[in-house]
Every structure is written in structure tokens, then in C-alpha cells.
């Protein structure tokens, strides 16, 4: 997979100074590298067998929704406020460089399905450890995280459950 990170590209200062965003949207624009990439995920999903994948806004709503119509599974958007109808359950949790929130709706997850966080970017651990607070909020059991890129110097990892499964395609 380190023969993908030459279709990553890095933008400086983005969304803030001091951020070096990593931008998979090359990726997305060929089919052969992102069917690529994907392919670990897919067997990931065929082996831990999940009733539900979740997916972080925005980015991450990508690849759990083409893996969830892929695997005939069901996808859980994990939304930023005030986006979903009906009652939500919400965290508020921080970023690499800010603080966010996170939502979920009331009845998006039946009572112990398993549920797997797919997001396109593990850094600092904050959005995936609130997208898997949330899932456990709703009732799920959540099994695991899948993640396209790590930035592993950050340590998001270790804010995430040890008892869980946490897999990344790309590390840098």
C-alpha cells in the first residue's frame, strides 16, 4: 500500500496553520486505486461480519457507504449538529486543532448489532473515539475501527478501545 501514498496529496496550512492535511480525493478519481485501497476493508468486513458500518462526516461517509451497498449492510451516518432529524445523542469531543461535535440518531442502531467506525483519517483519535461513544450510546456493540490513512506520530490509536480492532491501510 506505500505505492498509494504518491496519489495523497499534502496541503500545508490547511485547515489551519500548522496542519498538513493528507488529501485521499486522487484516490477517489481512479477506480483501480480505489478499488485498491479498498480491498483490505472489504475482506476486513467479510471476516468480522458487522450488521452495521458507521460512517464519520464527511469524509468518512465515503468509503463505509460504498463498502455497507458492497457487503449488503447497513450504514450509520455520524453527522456534525443540527444535520439529522428526529432525536439524536450527541458528543462533544476535541480535534488536532479545535473542538467539534458529533451525532447520531436515537434509533439508527438495533439494541446489540455489531457496528464497525470506518472514517477516512486516523490522527489524534478524537472524532472516531466520540463516533464509537456514540455507537455504544445507541446500543450497539461496537467491534472495531477501520481507517484509510494513520497518522501514527499523533496517537490517535491509543485514545481508542484496546479490546477493539483498529485497522489502517496507509501509516505515516
Keep these: ?3 498509494l501514498k504518491k496519489y495523497i496529496n499534502e496541503i500545508i496550512d490547511f485547515p489551519k496553520d500548522g496542519i498538513v ?9 481512479e477506480p483501480k486505486r480505489w478499488n485498491e485501497i479498498m480491498l483490505p476493508l472489504q475482506k476486513l468486513i467479510s471476516t468480522t461480519k458487522p450488521d452495521y458500518i458507521a460512517g464519520i462526516e464527511s469524509r468518512g461517509f465515503i468509503s ?7 457487503h449488503e449492510i447497513g450504514f450509520v451516518p455520524i453527522r456534525k449538529p443540527n444535520k439529522l432529524p428526529g432525536k439524536v445523542i ?6 488536532e486543532y479545535g ?3 458529533l451525532e447520531i440518531q436515537q434509533n439508527s442502531i ?5 457496528v464497525i467506525v470506518v472514517d477516512d ?8 473515539s466520540a463516533a464509537g461513544k456514540l455507537i455504544r450510546e445507541a446500543g450497539g456493540n461496537l467491534i472495531g475501527y477501520a481507517f484509510l490513512v494513520e497518522l501514527t506520530e499523533l496517537g ?3 485514545k481508542l478501545d484496546s479490546n477493539l480492532f483498529v485497522e489502517s491501510i496507509i501509516k505515516y
Design 156 to 158: 490517535g490509536r491509543n
Design 99 to 101: 473542538e467539534d461535535r
Design 121 to 128: 483519517l486516523l490522527a489524534t483519535g478524537g472524532s472516531a
Design 1 to 3: 500500500m506505500e505505492d
Design 90 to 95: 450527541g458528543v462533544n469531543y476535541k480535534l
Design 21 to 29: 492535511f493528507k488529501d485521499i480525493n486522487p484516490i477517489y478519481k
Design 64 to 70: 463505509a457507504s460504498a463498502l455497507s451497498f458492497k
Design 110 to 114: 438495533e439494541k446489540d448489532s455489531k
